[in-house]
């Protein structure tokens, strides 16, 4: 079937219009589609490599100082000796030491693409006890800082009363533990 409006191309996009009058159809080619704004122009499509080669298309700072001798020097992992460009161009890590080696790169990217650079996961049971009770001490040591560097005193001393009832709650877990180790 041929396009209503241009009666040149073949017609591949059918618009059904409803009306007072009732319903009408019209079979129309991309072209005249496009050209009635019923269809978005043609955006250009990327694959997931070009989508990758966007988001690791920044230099990574190898140092605070602007030495040229630095920049040039390209980044490469002491263990695997995968160089960031190899990194960049297939978007895996090669071992754990690349993270330490890239570090200064990686993080920006890191933020970009999950909002943080901190990994926040489930505990395992077995350790959970005691490992959420230091993450949260930690936590809220962190936030009593920036309570103090904020002046707000009366919230910090909240958060040091809290953290000493969660360290003596962590301290009687580790006593129960150790019991538990010696008797079994």
Same mark, same amino acid.
């Given at each position: ?20 009058? @009732? ?14 704004? #019923?269809? &978005? ?5 990327? =694959?997931?490599? !070009?989508? %990758? ?6 230099? +990574? ?6 030495? *040229?001798?630095? #920049? ?13 460009? !190899? ?13 330490? *080696? ?5 993080? +920006? ?5 999950? @909002?943080? =650079? ?12 005691? %490992?959420? %009770?230091?993450?949260?001490? /930690? ?16 919230? &910090?001393?909240? %958060?040091? !009363? ?13 006593? /129960? ?8």
């Amino acid at each position: 079937m041929l396009c209503d409006e241009c009666h040149k191309h073949e017609a591949s996009i059918y618009v059904t219009e409803i009306t007072s009058q @009732g319903q009408i159809e019209h079979h129309l080619c991309e072209f005249c589609a496009t050209k009635l704004g #019923l269809l &978005a122009e043609k955006q250009n499509v990327f =694959s997931i490599n !070009d989508f %990758l080669s966007g988001i690791f298309n920044h230099e +990574p700072k190898t140092t605070k100082h602007n030495d *040229t001798n630095n #920049l040039k020097k390209p980044l490469i992992c002491p263990s695997c000796h995968m160089s960031y460009q !190899d990194f960049t161009r297939t978007g895996k890590i090669g071992c754990s030491d690349c993270y330490k *080696t890239f570090a200064l790169a990686l993080e +920006p990217l890191l933020r970009r693409i999950h @909002g943080s =650079s901190t990994h926040i996961g489930k505990i395992p049971n077995r350790a959970g006890g005691t %490992l959420s %009770l230091k993450q949260e001490i /930690l936590n809220l040591r962190k936030q009593i800082t920036k309570y103090v560097e904020a002046e707000e005193y009366e919230q &910090a001393a909240v %958060l040091r !009363d809290r953290i000493k009832v969660l360290e003596n709650q962590l301290h009687a877990k580790q006593n /129960l533990d150790k019991g538990v180790d010696q008797n079994a």
